[in-house]
Each structure stands twice: as structure tokens, then as C-alpha cells.
């Protein structure tokens, strides 16, 4: 059934892949072809991953569902991001993103279920924030060698600003440029029941 | 990193699987394989799935990702059900369901990213609920023609108590009996800014 949920549009500013395993970050592309792995190539594609931190519940390194198949950035979250570390700009490829998009408020806030449509065919659903550790802050730090611990400070400075990881859910093409309409899942309330069922 | 969020255990009443392609109606089964395409031999088994009436967003029949592996009920709800119409029981096998569980209150009410923990490694992540349609009031009517109208009474009466379908986040075993460990996720709250981001 059709459901009425809130919607609006963003903009896609840089679609962007890691094709190496040194190293998480994304190099950008003017477009790129998406499977139900993933973004074509990129080293978190896969129908499955290995658990890890983020999963302290299975044993590391045990083969379960890759629900973190992209990573979305906001433009406007990015500015924050730099405001707080006194820098000009944090860009999307050192924080590994896939996706850089514009015009969708508090991306990072977008609750798990919320479905992001392209143009071309291309589904995601995201699965929730992506929480900030400490890697691109190293990053950023190497390329302002002359602020201090901007390493450590990202995490802080990050919080609730980096972003989300999403799934494919119907494969297609994504460019830069494309416009990206967000729709919000329906809210689910769940209250424990004081007794009985 | 882990995170405390409500948890409390259910009890697998029942696994049940069709594998025909003729009736939805499911069989039980003492213990059933899950892969990550769902439960082994089940109709509704697949990494991937034809979109339909539940994904109004997609084109019919396109290949999207299946989220709806698994269908588990309530014990404590079919009793519910099985109360408003005025039979004596509803079965989990005539709604098509894969586990009918007990002891998890409101189970038709958890929320998308619930996970379901079991002791033989597979964990199912909740999908969402698992809106009622006619096909399984026309199989509670066919086992109590006497009763009037009960396929057309079901849809109202199995609201919000119909159910959840789930995927496979680990592959493993499930066997009847098994405990259940029911995780909610960390609730998320979205408002659209008043202006600006």
C-alpha cells in the first residue's frame, strides 16, 4: 500500500569509490554503475562483511549481511564539520564517502528505512549513522599539519555530522548531478506494555 | 561499539516452511537451516525478490532486494485474532508464517532494525510489520465455513497483530524451542529544521 510520508530533494555533488585496500579514501568519478553489491568496484561493496567493531554482538571477522554497502556525506554538514576544527573545508574523499550530497537537512539524522531515489533506478535504504572514529581524522590532520590535534578532535567535532551508511536495494546508475528525492519511512512507535501483552 | 538498548527473550513455539509454489500455507518442521538467502527450501527464500503491491514505488516485477524472507507471528496475538472473529484458534501455518513465537509482547509493534538473536548463530533483522491481506482470511474461512464472512473479517481483525517479515543478518540454525534474545534498535528522531540545516 501507497503510504503518505514526508519527502523532499537533494542534490548529488560527487560521487566518489575507493578502488584500493591501503587505503579508505574516495577518489571521485563522474558517475558509476551500482549493483546489489554495491558502488561497482569500491572495497565495501560485497553481498556480505565481515563483523567488526560496529557488530560487537558476533564474534569478529563472522560473515554477516553488508548493510554498510555506501557512504553518504552532507555538504552543509562538512562545512560544520570544518567550522568546529577551524579549518577552510573538510572534503568528502577524506572521510571515504561515496556519496556527497547537498540540500537534505541533517542528513546524519535520516532514521534507518528512509529510502533515497535516483534517477536512474538506482534504490538505497539507509541503515543508519555512521559514526565518526578516529581514521579520518588522521586524514584531515595529515593535510593540516600545522593545526593542532585535529586528529582526535575530529571524532567530537563529527559527531552526528558524518553521515550514513545505506544498502542497495534496487541496482542502477548514480552521477553527479543527479537529483536524489528522499522519502522517510512511516514512524514506529514501540512501548513496552506495563503487564501482559 | 555496544550499545545499551532494551532486550528481554521469546521462545520459538513453531518453524514452520512451504515449499510448494501452489498454497502459502507452511508446514512444520522440528528445526530448519537459514542462509542468507532466508529459510532453506522456503517460497520466500532468495537474495532477491520481484517488486509487488508492497513496494508501490518500483515498477512490478522489478529485482529488488528481499527484506521479507521470514514471516513470524504471534502466539499471543493469534490468540487475539482468533478471539475477534470468534473461532476457537487461528494457526501460524494458515497465515503462511515461518516461527510463530511467544512471550514477546507486542511483537507485531517492534520496530524496523529490531534484531533476533538465537542460539544457533542466525539473527534475523526486522524488516517491519507484515500488513494483513485477504489470501490467509480465505484459508481461516475454507477450515470454518459454519462462520460468517471470516476472510473479509480477517484483514480488520489481524491488524497491527498480523505479524512481522524479517531478513537474514547471520546464517545458522532454528530449531522449536529455541530462545529468542529480541534487541530493539537505538531509537532515532528526525524533525525537519525550521529553516536552513
Chains 1, 2 share one sequence.
Request: glycine share 8%; proline share 9%; net charge positive.
Amino acid at each position: 500500500m501507497a503510504r503518505k510520508t514526508p519527502q523532499w530533494e537533494g542534490r548529488i555533488v560527487r560521487v566518489l569509490v575507493c578502488t584500493e585496500r591501503k587505503s579508505f579514501v574516495t577518489k571521485e568519478l563522474p558517475e558509476a554503475r551500482v549493483s546489489f553489491e554495491g558502488l561497482e568496484g569500491d572495497r565495501h561493496a560485497g553481498l556480505t562483511r565481515a563483523a567488526d567493531v560496529r557488530t560487537p554482538w558476533f564474534p569478529k571477522g563472522t560473515p554477516i549481511r553488508n548493510t554498510r554497502q555506501f557512504s553518504l556525506v552532507s555538504s552543509e554538514e562538512l562545512a560544520q564539520v570544518a567550522e568546529t576544527l577551524g579549518i577552510p573545508r573538510v572534503l568528502a574523499s577524506w572521510l571515504g564517502a561515496n556519496l556527497e550530497v547537498a540540500g537534505v537537512p541533517r542528513l546524519t539524522h535520516l532514521p534507518p528505512g528512509t529510502r533515497l531515489f535516483f534517477p536512474e533506478d538506482t534504490t538505497l535504504v539507509v541503515e543508519g549513522e555512521n559514526e565518526p572514529c578516529i581514521g579520518p581524522g588522521r586524514v584531515i590532520e595529515a593535510h593540516h599539519p600545522d593545526v593542532q590535534k585535529l586528529a582526535s578532535r575530529f571524532v567530537k567535532a563529527a559527531w552526528q555530522r558524518r553521515g550514513l551508511v545505506a544498502w542497495v536495494e534496487r541496482p542502477g546508475i548514480i552521477r553527479a548531478g543527479d537529483t536524489v528525492k528522499v522519502v522517510l519511512p512511516r514512524p514506529v512507535t514501540y512501548v513496552l506494555p506495563s503487564s501482559g501483552v
